[in-house]
């Protein structure tokens, strides 16, 4: 009776053990599926030349938080739900008045701390109109005039000094922004394909999580 009593009481005692071991494992196991996504959805973005600012708004979180649980599971969501799904999915853009999208030339740079340049902003910025050329068949322009070539490797333009434009000589009109009734966004990365992979990963790394056994017998 007390070998009987002993082997039940050892027996609980494994048992629970065993059982917490599963709980770690489980959450382990998400918690690396959870991070691998994450990371690879950045890396996606990044790869698609989107830059890290878009690629950083991808959060993992595993629930419940603070403790290990046979019912882990793992949420990566993106804190800009509408760019990234237009990108995953592919869109067609139009403008929210109903007249242009105007797309920035290299001519157009870009505004403060990289903010895409606007057509309003670049008009702000240079204190300058910028004049609207319809092409029959083609993409029409918003262009800026008086503008002179810049000497040097760098090249590009710059606004004409006051005598430049009294003289008229070397000034040149440069297209500024492209201007277009609507745009195909194509799809740059997938976000399915990713989830399915990692989502098929994850018993290999639940398993991959438990702990050896111990040699204490």
Known sequence: MRLLAALQGDLSKMMAQELNSVRVAVTTGVREATQGLKSELRSQIEGSGLGSRLANTWRGEVYPKGRPSLGSAGL???????????????????????????????????????????????ERMRGQRLRFVYRSGKPSLLVADNFRAK??????????????????????????????????????????????????????????????????T
């Not at 990566?76 to 920035?104: C, E, M, T």
């Not at 999580?209 to 204490?216: A, G, I, L, N, R």
């Open 76 to 122: 990566v969501y993106s804190r800009a739900p509408v760019v990234v799904a237009a990108h995953d999915q592919g869109a067609l853009i139009r403008s929210k008045n109903g007249f242009w999208l105007a797309i920035p030339l290299p001519a157009a740079g870009t505004g403060p701390r990289g903010k895409r340049m606007t057509p309003g902003l670049w």
């Open 151 to 216: 000497t040097g490797k760098r090249g590009g333009f710059a606004a004409a000094s006051a005598s430049a434009q009294k003289s008229g000589r070397g000034l040149t009109t440069v297209p500024i922004f492209l201007l277009v009734p609507q745009a195909q966004l194509r799809k740059k990365f997938d976000i399915a394909s990713a989830a399915q992979r990692w989502q098929d990963r994850l018993m290999v790394l639940v398993t991959q999580s438990w702990p050896e056994e111990s040699s204490d």
